[in-house]
C-alpha cells in the first residue's frame, strides 16, 4: 500500500501568515487521484480538496493544492483564525486509499 | 444536503462482533453515483480506511481488515452498516460513515457522519 508522509507534523504560525504542508508519497499517486482534509478538535475531517487541486464544495480560495507523482502540497495563502486544525492527506489512487499522519497547523 | 448518523453499541468485548449502522438523510442512496464508506480514527491518530459500499452491494475492503468485514446496505432503510468479527482491543477506534468517490476500489469522502466511539474492553 502507499505510505503518505506529511511534514512538517507541526507547522505554529500567525492569522495572516502563509501555510505550506506537505505530502510525500511512497509511490506514485495514480491520476493525481489526492484528496486533503480538515479536522477541528471534536469534529469529523472535512475535505478541502480532491484531484490534488480542485477545491471541494464551499472551499474558500485561500485553499489552494498542487503537485504529482508522489509530492504534493497544500497551501493556505493567508491562514484566518478558523484555519487552525490538523491538516490530512489520502490517496486514493491505488486500493486501499490511504492516509497520511497529519500536520497540525497551530497559532503561534 | 446530506446528512449522515452513525448508531450502534458503545462498548464491545474482545472476540465479538462490532455492528454499526449509518443512517443518511438528504440524499438516497439508491440515486447511485457515490459509494458509502466506513472510515476509523485511534485515539490520538491518523484514518484508516476500512471500505466501502455500492447501493447495489457492490464492495470493496481494505485488505488489511478483508477478512474481518462485512458491510451491507438496506436502501429501502436508507441505511448502511458495518460487522467486524472478531474484535480486540486494537479496533478502539472512533468510527466514521461517509459519503465517497470511488475510482478502482479506492475513495474519497465528501460527506461525513459525527462519528461514533467504540471501544473494545472486557
Known amino acids: 500500500e502507499i505510505v503518505l508522509t506529511q511534514s512538517p507534523g507541526t507547522l505554529s504560525l500567525s492569522p495572516g501568515e502563509r501555510a505550506t504542508l506537505s505530502c510525500r508519497a511512497s509511490q506514485s499517486v495514480s491520476s493525481s487521484y489526492l484528496a486533503w482534509y480538515q479536522q477541528k478538535p471534536g469534529q469529523a475531517p472535512r475535505l478541502l480538496m480532491y484531484?490534488?487541486?480542485t477545491r471541494a464544495t464551499g472551499i474558500p480560495d485561500r485553499f489552494s493544492g498542487s503537485g504529482s507523482g508522489t509530492d504534493f502540497t497544500l497551501t493556505i495563502s493567508r491562514l484566518e483564525p478558523e484555519d487552525f486544525a490538523v491538516y490530512y492527506c489520502?490517496?486514493?489512487?491505488?486500493?486501499?486509499?490511504?492516509f497520511g499522519g497529519g500536520t497540525k497547523v497551530e497559532i503561534k | 444536503q446530506v446528512q449522515l448518523q452513525e448508531s450502534g453499541p458503545g462498548l464491545v468485548k474482545p472476540s465479538q462482533t462490532l455492528s454499526l449502522t449509518c443512517n443518511v438523510s438528504?440524499?438516497?442512496?439508491?440515486?447511485?453515483?457515490?459509494?458509502w464508506s466506513w472510515i476509523r480514527q485511534h485515539p490520538g491518530k491518523a484514518l484508516e480506511w476500512i471500505g466501502c459500499i455500492y447501493y447495489n452491494g457492490r464492495t470493496h475492503y481494505n485488505p488489511s481488515l478483508k477478512s474481518r468485514v462485512t458491510m451491507s446496505v438496506d436502501p429501502s432503510k436508507n441505511q448502511f452498516s458495518l460487522r467486524l468479527s472478531p474484535v480486540t482491543a486494537a479496533d478502539t477506534a472512533l468510527y466514521y460513515c461517509?459519503?465517497?468517490?470511488?475510482?478502482?476500489?479506492?475513495?474519497?469522502?465528501?460527506?461525513w457522519g459525527q462519528g461514533t466511539l467504540v471501544t473494545v474492553s472486557s
Open positions: 461517509a459519503r465517497s468517490l470511488c475510482y478502482a476500489g479506492s475513495c474519497y469522502s465528501d460527506s
Open positions: 484531484g490534488a487541486s
Open positions: 438528504g440524499r438516497s442512496i439508491n440515486s447511485g453515483g457515490h459509494y
Open positions: 489520502q490517496q486514493y489512487g491505488s486500493s486501499p486509499a490511504t
